[in-house]
């Protein structure tokens, strides 16, 4: 990240002990100084994994992979399946039907911000989860239109 240029910092956290190395962007906003970006390895699977659900149609091209995890202090190492890319397929169109989806996660992860800790241990990647739980729950565009930002969020 460095050698790209990109002002900032490495930095280890409490939970240490996984894979993923966490760097610490600074993004010049005196509100949200810095941005975290976790970079871990994952090997692309060859084929879809037996036993989970269909690849959605949105992300046909996107791989399942393996990720090493970390269970619990000083315990081995393990390898784990992550959809990934099959999320971020999903959620670069999800609002190709003019939807309010990525306002609401935008927003949620705003509130998550100015919270100042309090919605610890909740994390963006719990967010993002729900809001992908729920459009697969509302799959219908009525129930994203612009107007529903509100009771969606």
């Not at 050698?3 to 956290?13: A, D, E, I, W």
């Not at 939970?15 to 610490?24: C, I, S, Y």
């Not at 996107?62 to 000083?74: C, G, I, S, W, Y």
């Not at 990934?84 to 998550?112: H, P, T």
């Amino acid at each position: 990240m460095l050698t790209l240029g990109m002002k900032g910092r490495f930095v280890k956290r409490p939970w240490e002990g996984g894979p993923a190395v966490t760097f610490e962007f600074v993004s010049g906003d005196p509100e949200f100084l810095y941005i975290s970006i976790d970079l871990a390895i994952g090997i692309d699977l060859p084929h879809w994994p037996p036993g989970a659900r269909p690849r959605p149609a949105g992300a046909k091209s996107a791989r399942a992979q393996l990720v090493p995890k970390v269970k619990e202090e000083n315990s081995a190492l393990i390898w784990q399946i992550s959809f990934a890319q099959v999320e971020k397929a999903i959620m670069e169109n999800i609002d190709s039907d003019g939807g309010c989806r990525k306002k609401v996660l935008q927003l949620a992860k705003y509130f998550k911000g100015k919270s100042m800790g309090r919605w610890h241990p909740l994390a963006s990647y719990h967010l993002k989860t729900i809001l992908l739980h729920m459009n697969d729950e509302m799959r219908h565009s009525k129930d994203w239109v612009q107007g529903m930002l509100v009771p969606r969020l």
